[in-house]
């Protein structure tokens, strides 16, 4: 229950903390961003800290405290978490938030209620909350959580103070994923295919990143070398899995990246360069680093950036709602192609 825990979200974390140490606390705040960036653990800090007696510095719990251990462990009388009840906050929910914000805290100086995920409230649930928003007791704070704001009534968003969370940087989702959950030297490919939210990133384990990954190699290998014939076999292998589909064309597209960076290390500098530095930082596929350069010296680089554009196009063409068979059909064809041109290239 520290500032130090909410990583890589410094504009978020001032906010909050400022807010603390001037003793200037507003009636709501709305944190937003993606899912598994960091929202509800900073807003966990932020009502330990409202409702530590020890003896900590302004704007920081102490953790040590009777008030802090009962925030961490979800039973401090004036904390009040609303969640939703299957999968909507139901306008009952919201008038029982309203009788409970009448009342006094009972321990403390602050009663606090924490709303997540806001955007599962309907309108008929939203415009109740509205109602205490606008004349809230002196002695409540309403801290709001979402990670998408187009359901939200303006109306609603306007009486919160806005707390903006971005998605994390590669290095630090990395880094999390190896102190927090394990992650090893899967750590970089959870992170990059988790696009900056740890929820995303450990939606599979260690061992499922390197399964799929390898798949997706394996993928690449049986198109490189087997020609159109194969290309259509795998298509037809893969007409009925969309979902994995798209997650191997994703980690595909983090292997070939690795490939050119891999070429870049492996060939050396061109005329007038400085060498360039170890790809290890660069890579995603760290631990199969030796087999990526040895692959990178093999394949031209223009091949690499035509399959790119493949993968690229072809999510293009599943987000304008071209069948996933045709859209198959095509990826699969141009990888088999762009193979055969390589191959002549060399011949």
Known sequence: MKWEGVRGQAAAVALLRGALASGRIAHAYLLTGPRGVGKTTAAGVFVAALMCQGQAPAGEPCGQCAACRDVAAGRHPDVHRVEPEGDVIRIEQVRQVQRRAALRPVRGRWQVFLIEPAEAAGEAAQNALLKVLEEPPASTVFILIAHQTTPLLPTVVSRCVPVRFGRLPREVAAGILREQFDYGDAAELGAALGDGSIWQATRWSPAQLRERRDKAVALWDA???????????????WHDRREELLETVDLLQLWLRDLLVGRYVSQGPAAGEAAPAAAGPWVVNVDRYDELLHRAAQVPVESVLAALESLLAFRRQVQQHVAL????DVLFLDLAAQARAAAGQKG
Not at 223 to 237: D, I, N, Y
């Open 223 to 237: 198109l490189w070398h087997g020609g159109p014939a194969a290309a259509l076999e795998q298509a037809q292998a």
């Open 325 to 328: 068979r045709t859209a198959a």
